[in-house]
């Protein structure tokens, strides 16, 4: 019995030694140590040795059990650590590769220039104030001095919410808000959306920027208009810019004057972006009408002031030379990306 032992032993070690799986290791286990197992079968054999032999071969059968089980449990360490690095080997990372490049974002084009004229006016001392989008006849209109027969209030000029509401059509409304609110000196800038009912195309959208301005104090001149807005254009455009006043009409300041700079694109000499003429419109102004003061609670007799309202979007397509004003508001990435 005892030779029995030693060829199982043996036969055991043998077949342990080239397992490779985890379930080999258990068929194994249940095969030789399992309930039904060989090494269990040896000592249940016992019965037929003489008692005499029994305490000598049972201890021997023991042993044989706990070196198999020994030897298992090493067996068992080793094909786990063995899988765990093949696994890690087949996971591997290579943190060196590049990455994949995160789709940055950017202020749009009118931010842009809006947030340079912030600071252009800001360092004058102007504040930036905001305005309601939706607003009464009374600040759009009533209270800027545009009579009640005037064209821009007509249902095709404007759009109407409600009778007496409407979407505002200039950032103007705000001087009256402000003029209502504040007792001067009073220095602002009001940056906005209007809206008007015009058909699009390539200079005209229904949706469009403004950024309203308005200065009243005592002894505000059309020399302040003028020193002001001049400064303004060469900030934006480069102070060889030229910039010529033209006399012009807005029920809401009296004079009033429109304001050009020379075409950035050709210098003056005309092209595309001007139509030709060398010259490029960027707002209107004027000297605040005194009734329009009056209507507010401000003295024309203490207090005078000035008034300009700048097209936006007119800015931002001439320096960026962007020949249509529809690309402002589409949103297409491939625009977009440039800025
Ligand atoms: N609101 C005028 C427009 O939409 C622009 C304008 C002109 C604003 C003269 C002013 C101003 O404040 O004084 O065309």
Redesign the pocket.
């Known amino acids: 019995m005892k030779e029995q032992l030693n060829a199982l032993r043996e036969r055991a070690l043998a077949e342990l030694a080239d397992l490779e799986q985890p379930k080999e290791l258990e068929e194994f286990r249940v095969r030789l140590l399992g309930k039904k197992g060989e090494v269990t079968a040896l000592l249940r054999g016992m019965g037929a040795l003489p008692a005499e032999d029994r305490p000598a071969m049972g201890q021997l059968i023991n042993q044989l059990r706990n070196e198999l089980e020994n030897a298992l449990d090493a067996k068992e360490q080793e094909i786990t650590s063995r899988l765990k690095e093949q696994r890690l080997l087949a996971e591997r990372l290579d943190v060196t590769l590049p990455g994949k490049a995160a789709d940055e974002g950017g202020l749009h084009p009118l931010n842009i220039v809006l947030a340079d004229l912030i600071d252009i006016f800001q360092s004058m001392g102007f504040d930036v104030v905001d305005g309601p989008e939706v607003e009464t006849e009374h600040y759009c209109f009533e209270a800027l001095n545009v009579p009640k027969d005037h064209p821009a209030r007509d249902m095709q000029d404007t759009f109407y919410l409600a009778e007496n509401l409407l979407l505002r059509t200039?950032t103007?409304a705000a001087?009256i808000r402000t003029m209502e609110q504040r007792k001067p000196p009073i220095r602002m800038i009001c940056p906005g959306r209007v809206f008007r009912a015009d058909e699009v195309d390539a200079t005209h959208s229904p949706v469009f920027h403004?950024v309203?301005g308005l200065v009243v104090d005592k002894g505000i001149t059309m020399c302040d208009l003028k020193g002001v807005l001049e400064q303004f254009a060469h900030e934006i455009y480069g102070s060889d810019t030229k910039v010529r006043f033209r006399p012009s009409f807005?029920p809401?300041?009296e004079p009033?004057v429109e304001v050009d700079v020379s075409c950035s694109a050709c210098g003056g000499k005309g092209c595309r972006v001007c139509k030709g003429n060398g010259w490029i419109e960027i707002l209107?102004?004027?000297m605040v009408h005194p009734r329009v003061l009056a209507g507010c609670g401000i003295d024309p007799e203490v207090y005078s002031g000035f008034?300009?309202?700048i097209g936006l979007d007119r800015l931002t397509t001439t320096r960026y030379k962007i020949s249509d004003i529809r690309l402002l508001f589409e949103n297409d990435k491939r625009f977009l990306d440039q800025f």
Do not use: L, N, W
Request: charge should be negative; proline fraction near 0%.
């Open positions: 200039q103007s001087q403004q309203e807005f809401f300041t009033s209107g102004a004027g008034a300009f309202g």
